[in-house]
């Protein structure tokens, strides 16, 4: 099992390296970025999901994931709120940062390449995309001090609708659900876009790790930030694992893919959120970097300890 994370820490280096050396432009994380986000993955994910469907993994993992998901972020959100005397806005992001994984870029990749499926991780993005996204965003439009425009507001809740990442696994579940098959043109595309996925995500993965020398990337809070990827990290999965196997009774691959799922770092809409809402971006942005590079030794230990 150990192996099979040998190709995600390689080609995250490749991105790495790549970005160290600015071979690919200075725009090459953001172009890439788009590439996964709006074609690749999308692609990918109606492969799977409608040749796979997801009832059998819709049970106790899901359940002991979002439970562990709803407890940390809460603490997270505490933390920020009465150990720090943050505002409702950083309190949201705190909250998120501890909790929101990073489902997307990184989840489907690893549900891949350890799982060999990734029907557990989409469920994931589906509940993160239609329940937790509306109420972070819902929170942090509280939190402004300004009033928000109203169109601007029905834009961001309408966000989930307009996800590609969304749609497709959508478009796939329905599919899966009833038996229908993609017509075998389109699944050909489907399947070749599909199979860039996991490797121009990794590669855009260690290119975002790479510092620029622009000033605001001095490092931020870091005591809040260390804080937060031990929540993300080490307690998440932790409080996954004990919800999994001692309340709901999970073993096997149930239990592996709650646990690996749980153990993914912070997602990077987390960022993308706080910039959007004018919260400051410094602490998403090093709590994101610095999750994503210790979850290269957790994610690893919990497949050594799963697996």
């Known amino acids: 099992m150990l192996a099979a994370f040998v190709p995600i820490w390689a080609l995250t280096a490749v991105g790495y390296v790549a970005g160290r050396t600015g071979v690919l432009g200075l725009g090459a994380v953001d172009v890439l970025g788009r590439f996964v986000f709006y074609v690749a993955m999308p692609a990918a994910l109606l492969d799977t999901l409608s040749r796979r469907p997801i009832a059998g993994f819709a049970g106790e993992g899901v359940a002991a994931f979002v439970g562990a998901t709803v407890v940390v972020g809460a ?81 961001l809740v309408t966000v989930p609708l307009r996800s590609p990442v969304m749609l497709a696994c959508v478009a796939g579940v329905a599919l899966g659900a009833v038996g229908l098959k993609l017509p075998p043109l389109l699944a050909g595309v489907a399947a070749l876009l599909g199979d860039a996925a996991v490797p121009s995500a990794l590669v855009a993965l260690g290119l975002s790790l790479v510092r620029t020398n622009d000033p605001d990337q001095a490092p931020a809070r870091p005591v809040e930030v260390a804080l937060s990827v031990v929540l993300k990290s080490c307690v998440q999965p932790l409080v996954c694992f004990l919800l999994a196997r001692y309340v709901l009774g999970l073993h096997g691959a149930g239990l592996f893919a709650a646990v690996l799922c749980a153990a993914l770092p912070t997602a990077q809409n987390t960022f993308v959120f706080a910039r959007a809402y004018g919260v400051d971006g410094r602490f998403p942005r090093d709590a994101v970097v610095a999750s994503t590079a210790v979850s290269m030794v957790t994610l690893t230990v919990v497949a050594v300890l799963l697996g």
Not at 79 to 104: C, D, H, K, P
Not at 111 to 125: N, R, T
């Open 75 to 155: 603490v997270g959100f505490g933390v920020a709120r009465w150990g720090f005397r943050r505002s409702l806005g950083e309190q949201t992001i705190a909250g998120m940062a501890a909790g929101y994984v990073n489902a997307g870029n990184l989840g489907i990749p690893v549900a891949v390449q350890v799982l060999g499926d990734a029907s557990f991780i989409a469920v994931v993005l589906l509940i993160q995309t239609t329940i937790l996204t509306p109420v972070i965003l819902g929170t942090l439009d509280l939190a402004r001090v300004e009033e928000a425009d109203g169109r601007a507001w029905r834009r």
